[in-house]
């Protein structure tokens, strides 16, 4: 029996956050990342949904973290894994497929 599949979201805007420049814009880091974890973990069910910080759109939870996302700064992208913080700014790999670990999703090398 696999993993029950995880919703990974990332909040993130067209233009780059002020302290995130010479980073890739949040919808190439949302590219990247759904690649590496499709590496990472193939033939496991993850979704993954992008929610743009000044336009959000979706459930009244995406649109409030949206807003929490301006208001308190976060450097963004901000990736987000049942509603825990798992990535901000410059997500890391290591932290995210560790996440994903303690929901049963097995790494393939």
Same mark, same amino acid.
């Given at each position: 029996? *696999?993993?029950?599949?995880?919703e /990974?979201?990332?909040? *993130? %805007?067209?233009?780059?956050c002020? =302290?995130?420049?010479?980073?890739? =814009? =949040? @919808?190439?880091? !949302?590219?990247?990342?759904? %690649? $590496? /974890?499709? #590496? @990472? !973990?193939?033939?496991?069910p993850f979704?993954?949904?992008?929610v743009?910080? !000044?336009?959000?759109? *979706?459930?009244n939870?995406k649109i409030?973290f949206? @807003?929490r996302?301006?208001?308190?700064?976060? !450097?963004?992208p901000?990736?987000?894994?049942?509603?825990k913080i798992?990535g901000? *700014?410059?997500? #890391?790999?290591?932290?995210?497929? $560790?996440?994903? %670990? @303690?929901?049963?999703?097995? %790494?393939q090398?």
């Amino acid at each position: 029996m *696999g993993p029950n599949e995880v919703e /990974i979201v990332l909040y *993130g %805007a067209e233009v780059l956050c002020p =302290s995130c420049v010479n980073l890739p =814009s =949040s @919808k190439e880091t !949302f590219e990247w990342l759904e %690649a $590496a /974890i499709s #590496r @990472k !973990f193939p033939n496991q069910p993850f979704k993954m949904t992008y929610v743009d910080i !000044f336009q959000p759109s *979706g459930d009244n939870e995406k649109i409030t973290f949206a @807003k929490r996302v301006i208001e308190e700064d976060l !450097f963004y992208p901000v990736v987000v894994i049942n509603e825990k913080i798992v990535g901000e *700014g410059n997500p #890391r790999l290591k932290t995210i497929f $560790a996440e994903l %670990a @303690k929901y049963g999703y097995i %790494a393939q090398s």
